[in-house]
């Protein structure tokens, strides 16, 4: 092996390297992980695997000291056995396809990897590289969208376009003048496999972080909820102390009216006591916690914006569905219907949510000026910055991890949302 050629290999086994370390994390979370063990294991991976390889280069070697490390590199994370042989198994066999794949494919062009010449061998091992990375990067966003994480089309687009761009670049360097300028077309190699790391590295950071902002923004609208419930509840002991503090007064005062027969007397001052002890702004009682503290939360801010209110609620005190999945579907929609009622003209909400035979029924319908904004047959919203992006994809989403469905239908004066989740 040449200089030149040992320099290449060296450089693209540490992205080779990074691309075994994002096909683990396709396999494996990587919550509890100790980053500084993981970041040293990758680290001996690749002096191992380096060394072995420039001092024997024998397949055998390589395909046994490969096998190894990358089952050994699978205890960074916690799995069981099984998943681990499955990892290493599947990551191995998609690796050797695309390389057999790519000297088949070179092959066919004039290109023999086997053949000694520097340039082929370097043409193969970047092509090998490079395509592993594409490959590794499409199945990272089949995992994103099983998560429920929503791909852009341009994503989908830049994966396949940016690292085949790099392909493309590095084969017309090395064709043109590698033999003249081998040190300059080593870097300009370098430079661009970077490049390609940092840009799908912060691409994934960007993702992390939009969704850290969304969980943010429902977390936040849940502790409103959770706040404005215990306002009510403190609000309504208040009340009850001041009833018992005042109580001989009132007893004196229902004693009067019994004593003279004013049956309306008596029953208004009862009706008058009973306003005072529940408190008036408590439109959802149904005991369960989560449910409750929303509803009133936002019926709360109906309330101040003249819009009237019915609630139903027919539901036990604890749920087998997910609070913050409930904080979604409930919230948003309640969000919705806020929103389109402020511009109708006659102002209300009706909210009805019970659990039939383990069904969660949500039905919200509302009042709305009418007008609604489609964009490909599908209803859009206006939000706040805030709250951009929280709408009724995600209610969708989470409605269907419990299988349940959604039905959205609408008149000329009312807009109607069915939800149902099975519980």
């Excluded at 075994?20 to 500084?36: N, P």
């Excluded at 198994?89 to 494919?105: A, G």
């Excluded at 190699?189 to 850290?212: A, G, P, R, T, W």
């Excluded at 369960?288 to 139903?312: G, H, P, Q, R, T």
């Amino acid at each position: 092996m040449s200089g030149s050629y040992t320099a290449v290999y060296l450089i693209t086994n540490v992205f080779a390297t990074y691309t075994l370390y994002r096909f683990m994390c396709i396999f494996f979370d990587r919550k509890d992980v100790d980053k500084r063990q993981e970041f040293m294991s990758y680290s001996l991976y690749f002096c191992i695997i380096s060394l072995l390889y420039l001092s024997f280069n024998n397949p055998a070697v390589n395909i046994a000291s490969n096998l190894i490390m990358f089952f050994m590199l699978t205890y960074n994370y916690q799995s069981t056995t099984k998943i681990r042989l499955i990892a290493v198994v599947s990551t191995y066999m998609i690796l050797m396809i695309i390389e057999v794949l790519v000297m088949l494919i070179l092959q066919s062009y004039g290109i023999t990897v086997t053949s000694g010449n520097d340039a082929a061998l370097i043409i193969g091992i970047i092509s090998i590289k490079i395509i592993s990375y594409i490959v590794m990067l499409f199945m990272s966003n089949f995992k994103m969208i099983s998560n429920d994480i929503k791909v852009s089309n341009i994503h989908w687009l830049s994966i396949f376009i940016i690292p085949v761009g790099t392909l493309i670049l590095v084969l017309i360097m090395i064709s043109m003048d590698y033999s003249s300028n081998v040190t300059e077309s080593i870097i300009s190699i370098v430079i661009l496999l970077v490049i390609n790391v940092f840009v799908f590295y912060f691409y994934d950071e960007l993702m992390k972080s939009y969704e850290s902002k969304i969980e943010k923004t429902l977390l936040q609208q849940q502790n409103n909820a959770y706040l404005k419930q215990l306002e009510i509840i403190n609000q309504s002991k208040e009340n009850i102390k001041a009833f018992r503090h005042d109580v001989k007064n009132h007893a004196l005062t229902l004693k009067y009216y019994i004593d003279n027969y004013d049956r309306e007397g008596a029953t208004g001052y009862l009706d008058n006591i009973l306003d005072f002890i529940n408190y008036s702004k408590e439109h959802a009682k149904s005991g369960n916690f989560e449910i409750d503290s929303l509803i009133n939360y936002k019926m709360d801010l109906a309330e101040k914006s003249n819009i009237k209110a019915e609630v139903y609620l027919a539901i036990p005190h604890k749920l087998n569905i997910n609070p913050f999945d409930l904080s979604i579907v409930i919230g948003n929609l309640l969000d919705n219907a806020i929103e389109a009622t402020l511009k109708a003209e006659n102002k209300f909400i009706n909210i009805s949510i019970e659990l039939d035979r383990n069904v969660l029924y949500i039905s919200i319908s509302n009042s709305y000026n009418g007008n609604l904004k489609l964009t490909n047959s599908k209803l859009e919203t206006t939000k706040d910055n805030d709250n951009h992006g929280i709408g009724i994809s995600s209610v969708q989403k989470s409605i269907e991890k419990y299988n349940g469905t959604m039905n959205i239908h609408y008149d000329g004066q009312v807009f109607y949302v069915d939800a149902l989740m099975y519980n």
